[in-house]
Nanobody, 114 residues
Framework: VQLQASGGGLVQPGGSLRLSCVVS????????RNWYRQAPGKERELIAT???????NYADSVKGRFTISRDNAKNTVYLQMNSLKPEDTAVYYC?????????WGQGTQVTVSS
């Protein structure tokens, strides 16, 4: 199983980006698909979750600005990021949790700067 994240880059404050995470291989018993981020000098934090039943949850820092979604046919999970702020600068990681294991992508850099 591999998770391939993409879509990061440099964007100005107030701009938007959409991250994608393609899951290659079959994962049984998925409980949630998640996006984490890790800023320089900080711990990795969970920012968005979509459960197997489609329920979403967000960290307060991104609520109202970020949207997590999935396309089961494409085995892809997305993170739409709007109204980006400099404090959103971080490496963003996709993650899939199942009842048996925990899978991580390689991370994609998002830099918000003018």
């Amino acid at each position: 199983v591999q998770l391939q994240a993409s879509g990061g880059g440099l964007v100005q404050p107030g701009g938007s980006l959409r991250l994608s995470c393609v899951v290659s291989g079959r994962i049984s018993g998925i409980t949630s698909r998640n996006w984490y981020r890790q800023a320089p000098g900080k711990e990795r934090e969970l920012i968005a979750t979509i459960t197997g039943g489609g329920i979403t949850n967000y960290a307060d820092s991104v609520k109202g600005r970020f949207t997590i979604s999935r396309d089961n046919a494409k085995n892809t999970v997305y993170l739409q990021m709007n109204s980006l702020k400099p404090e959103d600068t971080a490496v963003y990681y996709c993650n899939v949790e199942s009842v048996w294991s925990n899978y991580w992508g390689q991370g994609t850099q998002v830099t918000v700067s003018s």
